[in-house]
């Protein structure tokens, strides 16, 4: 694998960076929707398309291996703005909370908001320290079908509904200080990793050599 996924990607003080992560297993046009509605809707210098080693709520059992998913998120992701990293790898972790953690300590002159599909919501609380992690970034939660009502019902949204931030101010969600949060709704992919799964495609030996 080429060391450069293993590091976060180059960024300069001022800047505002999405954090996007997931096991895109595989990535999909849904993924990519996500991370293009944040980047415009948020006024974002950088999305980090963040592979992860696997989710420690999901089965890992049909993971397939990190190389390959990198190699299907740089075929997907073709925003020059879009960053693909697998730099958890590195860190030996694959929790958020932590990997926040992390980056706020190594970049702290940057303006990060965590992103997530609307999917993410119902289990959200689910996560390791989710708390902590509404209180490290803001977090911007794009709608995915069949969730658009999720923030009204989830865990989540009840406990940190004060921290609600218009829709229409999304674009000022890098510039406030965690924890703060807002829901954005647009355009809608019905793709999902787990339909696609069974009929992935599979990177040829040349691809994965260049990861």
């Known amino acids: 694998m080429n060391p450069r996924y293993l590091r976060m990607p180059y960024v300069e003080g001022g800047m505002a960076v999405g954090l996007f992560g997931g096991s895109f297993n595989p990535p999909h046009d849904g993924h990519v929707l996500v991370a ?11 999305l980090w398309w963040m ?13 397939a291996p990190l190389a390959e998913r990198i190699a299907w998120s740089e075929k997907i992701a073709r ?21 926040l953690e992390i980056v706020r300590a190594l970049n702290r002159d940057v303006r990060f908001v965590w992103v997530m599909g609307a999917d993410n919501l119902k289990n959200f609380h689910r996560w390791q320290n989710w708390r902590k992690i509404v209180g490290t970034f803001p977090i911007a939660v794009v709608d995915r079908p069949g969730s ?34 807002t829901f954005i709704h647009g355009p809608r992919s019905p793709l999902s990793s787990t339909a696609l799964r069974s009929t992935a495609p599979r990177v040829s030996s040349d691809a994965q050599s260049s990861l």
């Open 148 to 181: 658009t009502l999720a923030y009204l019902s989830s865990r989540m949204a009840r406990t940190f509904g004060h921290a609600r931030v218009d829709e229409d101010d999304a674009g000022t969600l890098a510039f406030r200080r965690a924890p703060a949060w």
């Open 79 to 99: 925003n020059p703005r879009i960053k693909v990293t697998a730099f958890e790898q590195k860190l030996g972790q694959s929790y958020t909370a932590r990997t």
């Open 51 to 63: 592979v992860t080693p696997g989710n420690p709520l999901k089965d890992r059992n049909n993971l």
């Open 36 to 46: 293009e509605t944040a980047l415009r809707r948020l006024g974002l210098d950088q």
